[in-house]
């Protein structure tokens, strides 16, 4: 068995400049996050509207580079890759699902379009008859049937349930390690998003593929995910297995979350939980606990120690001064 992990993120870290003049400054949208993900785990990544979480997916993808810290593949520093086919190859194994299912069509093409040209660019040992049939494949294993009639289709022939599914199809043709999901079921009708869901982890059972799923909501997150990790602030302040996590979190803004839902297993939307709180300082934040000023727990220590994650039971970790001294 290999300990290596798939993805490990160490210290990483985006800053983004704000702001003009005296207004001037620098946002820390991601900070010092290390995160791992194993051979065919899925990891949600939970956390309020703006908490960092869509730029961490992009500094895995390479959209951004990051300010500092490491990505690693497969034991290898992703920011070593220099050469192009290192990292064609990387952007096929570490592909991105995004929350709108209309973001990764031209209208004007038919679905087959982009699925050949993935396989084209990725695989070109693939001759064209075989491409078809691999598209065809795809397209199938994200349950859409016929799978050449869906090719044939334009985007606007299908519904938004079914435009995600081809965004997963062309994700699977690239023959992923990783899918980078951000949101991909968030401007779904709540009655398709379980199928959705159900298409992950038979990818994950049938391709074996890993999937870094972002979220809102925790009760997809607890339906879909081996573990969890809590973003606030740009900060990950909580992780572990998901089940350990949803019955005992051990961070203050974790349990915030949780007792804002009488029933653990009905849809809750973070932005709605804590949509009546200040968002947190993340433009020139000073050392300190960003949870701070909402938290209930706070000490002197809170606000002027950025607390670091610590083990708080197996494999799960919390930053809190007060709950994981
Ligand atoms: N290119 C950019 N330039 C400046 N600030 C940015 C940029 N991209 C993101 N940010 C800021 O970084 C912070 C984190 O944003 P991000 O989109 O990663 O959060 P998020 O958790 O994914 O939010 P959402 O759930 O709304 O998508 C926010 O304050 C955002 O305004």
Not at 257 to 285: F, G, H, M, N, W
Request: hydrophobic share 40%; proline share 8%.
């Amino acid at each position: 068995m290999n300990d290596t992990p798939l993805l490990e993120t160490t210290g990483l870290t985006r800053h983004f400049k704000v702001g003009t003049g005296l207004t001037r400054g620098v946002l820390h949208a991601v900070d010092d996050v290390d995160l791992t993900i194993g051979e065919r785990e899925i990891v949600a990544l939970v956390g309020e509207s703006g908490s960092g979480k869509s730029t961490l997916a992009r500094l895995v993808a390479q959209v951004h580079p990051p300010t500092r810290g490491d990505i690693r593949y497969q034991g290898r520093p992703v920011s070593g890759m220099r050469r192009r086919r290192d990292r064609l190859a990387y952007r096929g194994a570490v592909p991105m699902v995004f929350q709108d299912p209309f973001a990764s069509f031209n209208p004007a093409y038919r679905v087959s379009h982009g699925i050949l040209r993935g396989l084209k660019l990725h695989r070109p040992e693939l001759d064209a008859s075989a491409r078809r049939a691999e598209a065809e494949r795809v397209v199938a294993a994200v349950g859409l049937t016929p799978a050449a009639d869906v090719l044939n289709r334009f985007p606007h022939e299908l519904s938004g349930g079914q435009r995600q599914r081809i965004g997963f199809a062309q994700a699977l043709a690239h023959r992923p390690r990783l899918i980078l999901a951000d949101e991909p079921v968030s401007m779904l009708d709540v009655s398709i998003r379980i199928g959705l869901l159900n298409v992950m982890a038979d990818l994950r059972a049938t391709e074996g593929v890993s999937i870094l799923y972002i979220t809102h909501d925790i009760a997809s997150a607890r339906y879909l995910s081996d573990r969890i990790a809590v973003m606030y602030g740009g900060h990950i302040v909580e992780t572990g297995p998901t089940e350990a996590v949803l019955a005992a979190p051990r961070h203050p803004y974790t349990e915030l979350l949780l007792s804002a839902v009488p029933d653990p297993r009905a849809p809750l939307d973070i932005d709605a939980a804590t949509a009546k709180s200040d968002p947190p300082v993340v433009i020139d934040p000073v050392p300190s606990c960003r949870f701070r000023a909402r938290c209930p727990l706070a000490v002197d220590r809170c606000h002027h120690v950025t607390p670091r994650l610590r083990p708080v039971d197996e494999g799960h970790t919390a930053a809190c001064h007060v709950t994981a001294p």
